[in-house]
């Protein structure tokens, strides 16, 4: 340290240009930020910058020459040890650490440690420690901004998918629908006629089915019921049109008693991941038993869908389960495959507050 100081500040008018150069050196030292100190190679302090004594709350004259720094950072010392001997056999050390003192915040430090070796010879180490808690919270803001960005233009893609599913549906309905159900009624003015014969009937029913066919493929684009009358009943009778067409046995039970108080963008997503779940195991023949409930805990809604193929697994690149995984990002969820008493379960956990 500089001896002809006036104030601490600056140089006597008759100090030397080194003396003048040091004390230069010793203000930028004692005015920056980061934490600066150097232990010799007995762990004593031999300096300590203005920053790494308020840190601490000691004086220079509590610290240079007399605390050790096992004594000084005390129970925290665990922390840094491993470093100390490290650095004190002459290795370079560069790590995180995380600091919480009585009546003080939690703070984060990339610390560096750098032997000082003079003719081969370790006798001590720099210390440079550096709080990077608002590097830490520019990244937190950056990511909660790229995620804002995702969940716009994950439910842009969202919207989008469902708009496109109304208009085809809409077409099959209203327009197709339409055409076959006129020419099933002139089949019936025919046949009261008496122009009735096999054949007519053999159109009629192939139109009947084809109706009740674009019916069902309406009902699967957008689920009408679920719009009109609630979640409840158009959940329930997409899963009983669902068991008749694929022969299988289905158990669904709500337990979320706020299920209707949902926006219909989040009752519809739910409607679609049961769906696509539904779906994805009506195509693995040893699936045959199907459970799904949906309750809620606070914030989350849990849904636990079950089937009684314990080696089923799901297909993760299939279009059906790529369209859940976009709903689990867009609702900061997350899914799990499990076995559960003799039953696979894929159990999701979405933040759809109601």
């Known amino acids: 340290m500089p001896r002809k100081l006036v104030n601490n500040n600056f140089p006597e008018k008759n100090a030397s240009e080194d003396e003048i150069f040091s004390a230069i050196c010793f203000r930028v030292v004692d005015n920056i930020d980061a934490l600066l100190a150097y232990w010799d190679n007995n762990g004593v302090?031999?300096?300590?910058?203005?920053?790494?004594?308020?840190?601490?709350?000691?004086?220079?004259?509590?610290?240079?020459?007399?605390?050790?720094?096992?004594?000084?950072?005390?129970?925290?010392?665990?922390?840094?040890?491993?470093?100390?001997?490290?650095?004190?056999?002459?290795?370079?050390?560069?790590?995180?650490?995380?600091?919480?003192?009585?009546?003080?915040?939690?703070?984060?430090?990339?610390?560096?440690?750098?032997?000082?070796?003079?003719?081969?010879?370790?006798?001590?180490?720099?210390?440079?420690?550096?709080?990077?808690?608002?590097?830490?919270?520019?990244?937190?803001?950056?990511?909660?901004?790229?995620?804002?960005?995702?969940?716009?233009?994950?439910?842009?893609?969202?919207?989008?998918?469902?708009?496109?599913?109304?208009?085809?549906?809409?077409?099959?309905?209203?327009?197709?629908?339409?055409?076959?159900?006129?020419?099933?009624?002139?089949?019936?003015?025919?046949?009261?006629?008496?122009?009735?014969?096999?054949?007519?009937?053999?159109?009629?029913?192939?139109?009947?089915?084809?109706?009740?066919?674009?019916?069902?493929?309406?009902?699967?684009?957008?689920?009408?019921?679920?719009?009109?009358?609630?979640?409840?009943?158009?959940?329930?009778?997409?899963?009983?049109?669902?068991?008749?067409?694929n022969l299988l046995k289905i158990q669904a039970t709500i337990d979320d008693e706020k299920i209707e108080n949902l926006s219909m963008n989040d009752k519809i997503s739910v409607f679609r991941i049961v769906q696509n779940y539904l779906i994805i195991t009506s195509r693995n023949p040893g699936s045959k038993n199907i459970s799904i409930n949906i309750k809620r805990s606070g914030a989350k809604l849990i849904l636990r869908l079950k089937n009684n193929n314990t080696d089923f697994e799901l297909p993760l690149h299939s279009k059906e389960f790529m369209d859940i995984e976009h709903r689990l990002e867009y609702y900061d969820g997350t899914w799990h495959h499990v076995h559960e008493k003799g039953k696979k379960t894929l159990l999701i956990e979405l933040e759809i507050a109601v």
């Open 45 to 245: 302090c031999r300096f300590a910058n203005n920053s790494y004594l308020k840190l601490f709350g000691k004086s220079r004259m509590q610290m240079i020459g007399i605390i050790k720094i096992k004594d000084l950072y005390g129970h925290l010392y665990s922390k840094v040890r491993p470093y100390v001997k490290k650095a004190l056999e002459g290795t370079k050390q560069v790590f995180e650490l995380e600091l919480n003192f009585p009546n003080q915040s939690t703070h984060h430090y990339i610390a560096t440690y750098n032997p000082d070796k003079i003719k081969g010879k370790v006798k001590g180490f720099f210390a440079h420690m550096t709080d990077v808690d608002l590097i830490k919270k520019l990244d937190t803001k950056l990511l909660d901004s790229e995620k804002a960005k995702r969940r716009e233009i994950l439910r842009s893609v969202i919207e989008t998918q469902e708009t496109e599913r109304e208009l085809i549906a809409y077409e099959l309905r209203d327009k197709v629908n339409q055409t076959l159900a006129y020419s099933k009624m002139m089949l019936g003015t025919a046949a009261l006629k008496g122009t009735h014969d096999a054949l007519l009937e053999k159109i009629s029913d192939n139109i009947h089915a084809t109706i009740d066919e674009l019916n069902r493929i309406s009902t699967n684009l957008t689920p009408s019921v679920i719009t009109m009358i609630g979640f409840r009943s158009g959940i329930q009778e997409y899963i009983d049109n669902f068991k008749r067409q």
